[in-house]
């Protein structure tokens, strides 16, 4: 297996983009990744898209974008893991890369979920669930995090204070984020004032409905030295999957592929958790920011809310969680969440990321996660 | 020896008052009240309709029959408010309650007596020994048209009843129909509510049918009044079961066991079924039941029966009548109500 | 929305919750499977749910998928039932400050949903307070 670094990350500005289409939204991001590389030629590309089927009637989308893209003929696939589709993306450009199968290869991101009404894009996110014994019943994303939610605040105390913090904080990085849908900072009583949503879960703990797109150019480690700028190396790479329905769990506050996923790539990265300087974890909602962050084991089992309140997962804390503005602040079209996260940490470890910057950032880990954690994928990457 | 094997009711937990409904259209609820006796009335929840109501009633009696439900042979309901118009309720209810595929079914309609025509039909298959078990249901989420006498009363609710030959609970002595064709209620093709003559309801179709169908049950099995324990009627309201009683020689007390109508409402198909469960809920070994229907177009099904030891047994294996009429339950307003019952609807999407 | 066949198809499971039980661990699995997840067995014998249970936990749904647009808002949850099986279910004729965790709550056949005026009636189990 080769080395792999990424050598290109492209991302244009997310929200609800009523102008732009599909196509234009990922050729606009993907061409910003091909120049940021100063590559002109693909090998192969993967495209994560929850579901461009539901949201806007097209699929065989890695034909059409590659097409698009000006590289017609390339081999092109669109990877679908519910909202870990950009993170699975991004595992198989890598393992095609350090397979020696492909040298340059883009992955990328994207979703356009504006086209449906709310009550529709609801029923098109919630096919992540188990359709005939979850969605059957009425549930929604949001529903299932609040089922988590109360469960965790029932039997560890969390609060939903500590919920709202979540929130506050990834709004103050996203504050700084030119590219986020929502720059702004938000207030606990914001939050806790916000219309309920699955109760106990506000509008304001829900990552929103977003347009756009994000991309990255893989390429062995050779090429990346040629190219003059900061290399950053993906050093690790792990996949897991779990039952999707939530019933089934053993634990419903426990996101065991998550655990599992981390694990994985950690042990191939050569790292522990202490060693990560900055995480882009998968903050679906509030709940999830929580759930996750006890499931990598940067603190103990249901301590999450109380590792919040105290600061740690600040930019300046002693883990910085989320210094993108997460989904929350950032936005969430499905598919391209998870390449979205690896750029943000490309830029952090080339000191690119301007007043988001966290200091001494040397090695960083992303958590990209499918429905209630049906499927995890975590990436470690390195500065060279 | 046919009979009842086991029985069950079902009564949705939502109710109206009649002052609640009063109130809304400007009408005095007072001669509703004293006029008619009717207090208040079960509201079914949006997610229920007849058939979902027959398999929970369905359920309790075949808990209290104690039988394995694949020896059901035949499943029928009866109703005004099936869900389809076409596909019967019935596959429903059987592929529920877990008779099927050995099974006969059908759906009946015979405005408020279609449920003790399903039990009449139930109980000739036994009593043909074409089947084992027969189970016939009564069943309605009645509809009252808005501002109309009927809306205080029309209601909801389910009462089931297997017959079979043995495990008897009660015995069926006689039945008797008595029909005839009298326009005095009706609902057309299309049409969303049913529409009604009247005055002319009263003594040329609910009592002369009822009475008619007394009178030849109690004829055919050479009894008298003085002979049953119990009997009920079809409540269409609090008032007119009361006065048929009387027209036949029945005394209150003989009623009023199976008098559900001032607090339930009228279940219409299963409004004499409801005061039959209701009767059994409280009837002891060698009791004498008479239950009349009525339904309009017109007709009456009459039943005697005789209550067995085997009532003891069974009667508190699952909730009775009255723990449903009197036990948990939530007052809706009219715009609840009308939300509930689809009387006003939102724009098409 | 599921057609005719994708819901016919779960019929035993919607209307009877038939459930299998694997023969060589014990575990039940609802819906019925091919093969355990536990132990990997392919032998199971049918069994039938228990029809009580307790809430695990429970949400107020507000903002509902399209299908159910009208029956909002509505309380979903999870049970675990007597038998230690877990399944979603919405819980209903339960005023909301009645919810919690704990509540016995047991079985009911209910509507799902319709499909418009004129298509297909979906029926199945939601839980109400025992």
Redesign the interface.
């Known amino acids: 297996m080769r080395d792999v670094a990424i050598i290109g990350v492209g991302m244009t500005k997310w929200g609800e983009l009523w102008e732009k289409s599909l196509r234009q939204i990922f050729v606009e991001t993907a061409l910003e990744a091909l120049d940021d590389a100063g590559v002109d030629r693909l090998d192969a590309m993967y495209v994560g898209s929850m579901s461009s089927g539901l949201f806007v009637g097209q699929e065989h989308l890695g034909s059409l974008l590659a097409d698009y893209l000006g590289q017609r003929s390339i081999p092109a696939a669109r990877v679908e893991s519910a909202c870990a589709s950009g993170g699975l993306a991004l595992r198989l450009g890598f393992i095609d890369v350090a397979s020696g199968m492909n040298d340059v290869v883009m992955v990328a991101g994207v979703e356009k979920m504006t086209d449906l009404n709310p009550n529709e894009a609801t029923y098109a996110l919630g096919t992540a669930a188990d359709q005939e014994y979850e969605g059957y019943h009425g549930i929604t994303f949001p529903g299932l995090y609040a089922l988590i939610a109360r469960a965790h605040m029932e039997i560890y105390g969390t609060t939903r204070e500590q919920l709202a913090m979540v929130a506050v904080k990834n709004h103050e990085n996203g504050a700084l984020n030119p590219l986020a849908q929502f720059p702004f900072k938000i207030s606990v009583e914001a939050v806790l004032n916000s219309a309920l949503v699955a109760d106990p879960l506000r509008v304001l703990d829900c990552s929103p409905i977003t347009d756009g797109a994000a991309a990255v150019i893989l390429a062995p480690l050779e090429l990346a030295k040629k190219l003059k700028k900061p290399v950053v190396k993906i050093i690790g790479s792990g996949h897991a999957t779990d039952s999707i329905a939530l019933a089934q769990r053993k634990d419903i506050t426990w996101l065991e592929s998550t655990y599992q996923a981390a694990k994985k790539a950690l042990a191939m990265a050569g790292k522990r958790i202490e060693d990560v300087n900055l995480i882009e974890v998968h903050d679906c909602f509030t709940i999830a920011e929580i759930c996750v962050i006890e499931a990598l084991g940067l603190v103990e089992k249901g301590k999450g809310g109380q590792a919040v309140e105290a600061g740690l997962t600040r930019v300046d804390g002693r883990f910085p969680v989320n210094p993108s503005g997460g989904l929350k602040a950032k936005g969430h079209p499905v598919g391209a969440t998870g390449v979205a996260q690896a750029v943000e940490i490309v830029k952090q470890l080339r000191g690119e990321a301007g007043p988001r910057q966290v200091k001494g950032a040397r090695i960083g880990l992303t958590q990209n996660m499918g429905g209630t954690g049906g499927s995890s994928v975590v990436h470690v990457l390195a500065a060279e | 020896m046919v009979g009842i094997v086991g029985y069950g009711a079902y009564i949705p937990?939502y109710r109206i008052r009649v002052e609640e409904i009063a109130g809304v259209w400007g009408a005095d609820a007072e001669s509703y009240k004293k006029g008619l006796l009717l207090e208040e009335k079960s509201v079914p929840?949006?997610?229920?309709?007849t058939?979902?109501m027959a398999?929970?009633a369905s359920?309790r009696a075949i808990k209290r029959a104690g039988i394995n439900p694949q020896e059901i042979g035949a499943v029928y309901v009866g109703s005004e408010s099936h869900?389809?118009a076409v596909k019967p309720s019935g596959t429903?209810l059987a592929?529920?309650i877990?008779a099927c595929p050995d099974v006969h079914t059908a759906d009946l309609e015979f405005a408020c007596k279609a449920g003790t025509e399903g039990m009449y039909l139930a109980l000739s298959q036994v009593k043909a020994g074409d089947i084992k078990y027969g189970l016939g249901v009564g069943a309605d989420t009645s509809q009252g048209a808005p501002g109309d006498a009927l809306e205080y009363s029309t209601a909801a609710g389910a009462a089931a009843f297997i017959f079979g030959r043995e495990k008897i609970i009660a015995e069926v002595l006689e039945t008797y129909s008595f029909t005839t064709d009298t326009p005095d209620f009706w609902r057309r093709e299309y049409q969303y509510y049913p529409r009604h003559g009247g005055r002319f309801t009263g003594d040329p179709a609910y009592f002369k049918h009822i009475v008619g169908a007394g009178k030849g049950i109690m004829a055919k099995a050479k009894v008298k009044p003085e002979d049953i324990t119990y009997v009920i009627f079809h409540q269409p309201n609090g008032k007119f079961p009361l006065r048929v009683g009387e027209l036949l020689g029945f005394k209150k007390k003989q009623i009023e066991p199976g008098l559900l109508v001032n607090r339930l409402g009228n279940t219409y198909s299963g409004s004499s079924p409801l005061g039959l469960t209701a009767t059994l809920d409280i009837a002891k070994p060698g009791d004498v039941v008479l239950i009349v229907s009525f339904g309009s177009g017109a007709g009456s099904d009459a039943f005697l029966f005789r209550v067995t030891e085997r009532i003891d047994e069974v009667r508190d294996l699952v909730p009775k009548t009255g723990d449903m009429l009197n036990g948990?339950r939530?007052y809706v307003n009219y715009g609840t109500y009308a939300k509930f019952r689809k009387k006003i609807r939102?724009a098409e999407k | 929305m599921p057609t005719p066949a994708r819901y016919w198809r779960e019929i035993p499971q919607r209307y009877r919750l038939e459930a299998a039980k694997c023969r060589r661990c014990g575990l039940i699995l609802f819906p019925p499977r091919l093969i355990c997840p536990q132990c990997q067995s392919r032998e199971f014998e049918g069994v039938k749910l228990a029809e009580e249970g307790k809430v695990v936990t429970y949400t107020i749904i507000r903002v509902p998928p399209h299908q159910f647009e009208d029956q909002a808002p509505y309380a979903v949850g999870i049970v675990e039932l007597d038998d230690g099986v877990k399944l979603m279910g919405q819980i209903v004729d339960c005023p909301f400050e009645e919810l919690k965790t704990g509540l016995r709550v047991r079985i009911e056949f209910r509507k799902m949903m319709e499909e418009g005026e004129a298509g297909v009636i979906y029926y199945g189990y939601k839980f109400v307070p025992a």
Do not use: M, N, S
Not at chain 2, 45 to 49: K, L
């Open positions: 937990c929840a949006p997610d229920q309709d058939i979902t398999v929970e359920r869900p389809y429903v592929e529920a877990g948990r939530f939102k």
